[in-house]
């Protein structure tokens, strides 16, 4: 029984945590790729993958070779990546529950 109990203590706090905390998310259209944010991680959060343009949507600055991505499961919510961003390309995003349960 503890094992499930666990298991649902485990899934709570993912659930909540991804619905009510606030995190970093990349606007791909204004990245470039630089890769400013990547050492400004001190958690090894952001990763560089190849940019598919059938698939990701073109910036409005040209296009880069690369695009960030963040693994939330890392990032301690630090926003260095967000002050260094060149572009402006790093916002934060604020859930719609966290909105609606702070009014």
């Given at each position: 029984?503890s094992s499930?109990?666990?298991?649902?203590?485990?899934?709570v706090?993912?659930f909540?945590?991804?619905?009510?905390?606030?995190?970093?998310?990349?606007?791909?259209?204004?990245?470039?790729?630089?890769?400013?944010?990547?050492p400004?991680?001190?958690?090894?959060?952001i990763?560089?993958?190849?940019?598919?343009?059938?698939?990701?949507?073109?910036?409005?600055?040209?296009?880069?070779?690369f695009?960030?991505e963040?693994e939330?499961r890392?990032?301690?919510?630090?926003?260095?990546?967000?002050?260094?961003?060149?572009?402006?390309a790093?916002?934060?995003?604020?859930?719609?529950m966290?909105?609606?349960?702070r009014?």
């Amino acid at each position: 029984m503890s094992s499930n109990n666990t298991k649902l203590s485990g899934f709570v706090k993912s659930f909540m945590k991804w619905h009510l905390e606030q995190r970093p998310v990349v606007d791909i259209s204004k990245c470039t790729g630089c890769a400013e944010c990547k050492p400004a991680c001190s958690s090894g959060a952001i990763e560089f993958f190849a940019f598919i343009p059938q698939v990701d949507l073109p910036p409005k600055t040209g296009e880069p070779r690369f695009r960030p991505e963040i693994e939330y499961r890392k990032c301690n919510r630090c926003y260095r990546c967000q002050e260094l961003c060149p572009r402006n390309a790093i916002k934060t995003y604020k859930p719609r529950m966290m909105k609606i349960l702070r009014r």
